[in-house]
DNA sequence: AACATCTTGTCAATCGATTGCAAAAAGTGT
DNA sequence: ACACTTTTTGCAATCGATTGACAAGATGTT
């Protein structure tokens, strides 16, 4: 039962491959009589016909194939971004639907090695990655001697990629504006893992606010050793701990946020008026709680699109004069804070 | 800046590319001269050199590539059975590391449709399914004449295909008997979309044992559109306008669960005081809440194990004999009920 | 009628690795 | 030194689609 292929197909139609090739395909239909194109598209439909993509592959030096790594896969913001960006991608009609190889690194570098490695081996057109961290830089900018390589999400410093990202200094400063509006005058973060560039500029947009609308920062540094909901309800516990006491925190992401939320219900504390809290990325979760989460709104949609618009352009041309930008996230009060 | 290629290399080396095929080989190793292999390997390492899949593939027939399709690339099971089956595929360290396809169907059937004829089309290995409906019997049996197809989590009715399962009916049985066991006289389910078998299996299951033990389900049958945690919370309502009013609820998932239970919070109602509930998959979620969340654990393991295994079985012989299983779960009380 | 132009289709090379077959080289025994 | 086995290497076909070059035929122009 073996497939058929274009020759056997070209054959039974008594034309050649080439004609075959040309009916079936978007670019050059056009150098094939409508007759015969008609009836070459009728007979591959009904024949089940499945162009084999590896041998075109192989023969275009393009795969369709974009590659695409991220920290982890539970991440419903990385998800997001995920499936807009190819939703964008697939938009354009005309153009062959592009494959995702999705890929995930759990931040160690040694995986991403490998990973791109694979990509290249596959022959992808592009390599997006919303897990880079500095540890990356080497290995991303090898990469990229060879195809189009996209940050999203995820900057290094002091390495220029093309890249779409959410001014995180600027969603980190936004609560600290916040929890000033609001009176606050002690506060404290729930930092994320330092390995990526995002927890570091939230941390210093919030830091630079503090200090500028001369809010104390609790000397003590809470760092959540992932950025989940169980390493968030952990640090509750230090949180309380800390004198004098903060009555306002900024969690660096929406998990870390129901960690805390969570813990602080089990031992009778209310949100907001025992602690207000504020979380990052309007998730799912930031909605449903009972008592809503004041979170920053990740700006999905620009991000992606933009992403999309660089992978797409940097494939059709790779010396196109390419943008990197930063998007403005905004700050979504609700009823935690 | 083209990619060096392996007829380039044996010309440098002064070899056949036939010789150095063989060298970097896994299998073909040994017909190479142990002194010509090492200095094959060492220079295609310090050279950089990295085999082209694409075109190992279209030679070979074998793309070490496995496609597997996914409804909701956002449900934390779904993701844990993928990882899961992916790490037991690359355990096997002397094969080559499979590249995994993933893609989200959303429970569209065309969509299932097209990246099904896309995986075809891309020559995978093997097909694996965690987002099989009814719509999509005839799309399945088409491909699984030309490459295995396994089905994982979800199984369709009346289609013989290898599988690995979770037993969703004794998972909801053993709901329905904890109920009965702390005196729960009515009960209701917060039903997930009877699109999947899934959800089917896991009402039948508790309905069987309800009848058994005459525990009385309310008529009124509540369903939620999606199984997330915003459809949870809509249904609340409708449950409080269930008369005479249940004492228990069996929400087909955590996420149903969470909503149902933020739901209650908002409107002062206790858990499980007020209203018992059970959810169903033992996400991180149902152990981080403040009243942690009763729930059924998913065999994840087992499934993802014996996907694994049967994926790499009919790989390797495609008319192995294989033994669909259905993994038993197991009930977790915690505080919910 | 002669010639240019356009359409349609064929031929054959090509992408890069793998592998059956056979030749060359090395090793063994007498 | 010779016959014979075993190891190592090279040759060339192959996987399936794409595409540049070109030929044959159709159409138009003067």
Redesign the pocket.
């Given at each position: 039962m073996?497939?058929?292929?274009?020759?056997?197909?070209?054959l039974k139609l008594?034309?050649?491959?080439?004609?075959?090739?040309?009916?079936?395909?978007n670019?050059?239909a056009?150098?094939?009589?409508?007759?015969?194109?008609e009836r070459i598209r009728q007979a591959a439909g009904a024949a089940g016909?499945?162009?084999?993509?590896?041998?075109?592959t192989?023969?275009?030096?393009r795969s369709h194939t974009v590659g695409i790594l991220v920290s982890d896969l539970g991440n419903e913001t990385f998800i997001d971004v995920i499936r807009t960006i190819f939703r964008h991608l697939d938009a354009r009609s005309d153009a062959p639907s592009i494959t995702p190889l999705i890929a995930e690194t759990l931040d160690h570098p040694d995986a991403t090695r490998r990973l791109i490695h694979t990509f290249l081996s596959r022959r992808v057109d592009a390599i997006i990655s919303l897990a880079s961290t500095e540890a990356d830089t080497a290995i991303l900018q090898d990469a990229a001697r060879e195809v189009p390589v996209v940050l999203a999400i995820r900057a290094i410093a002091g390495a220029v990629f093309p890249s779409a990202l959410c001014d995180d200094r600027a969603g980190g400063a936004m609560v600290a504006t916040h929890f000033a509006e609001r009176g606050h005058k002690i506060v404290c973060q729930v930092q994320g893992p330092p390995l990526s560039a995002t927890f570091k500029n939230r941390a210093l947009g919030f830091s630079e606010v503090c200090a500028s609308r001369s809010i104390v920062e609790t000397p003590q540094r809470i760092f959540a050793e992932t950025a989940t909901s169980a390493a968030g309800k952990r640090t509750l516990d230090a949180l309380l701990a800390i004198s004098p006491r903060p009555t306002a925190i900024f969690a660096h992401n929406d998990a870390l946020a129901l960690g805390v939320i969570e813990a602080m219900r089990h031992r009778g504390l209310r949100c907001p008026e025992d602690l207000a809290i504020v979380g990052f990325n309007n998730t799912q979760l930031s909605r449903i709680l009972a008592v809503p989460l004041s979170t920053v709104d990740y700006p999905v949609e620009e991000v992606s699109r933009h992403a999309g618009e660089l992978v797409r352009n940097l494939i059709a041309d790779p010396s196109y004069r390419f943008e990197s930008r930063l998007f403005t996230p905004s700050l979504i009060v609700r009823a935690s804070s």
């Open positions: 073996a497939r058929l292929n274009m020759r056997e197909l070209a008594g034309v050649d491959r080439a004609t075959v090739s040309r009916a079936l395909s670019d050059k056009h150098l094939v009589a409508p007759a015969t194109r016909y499945r162009p084999d993509l590896t041998a075109a192989l023969r275009r030096g």
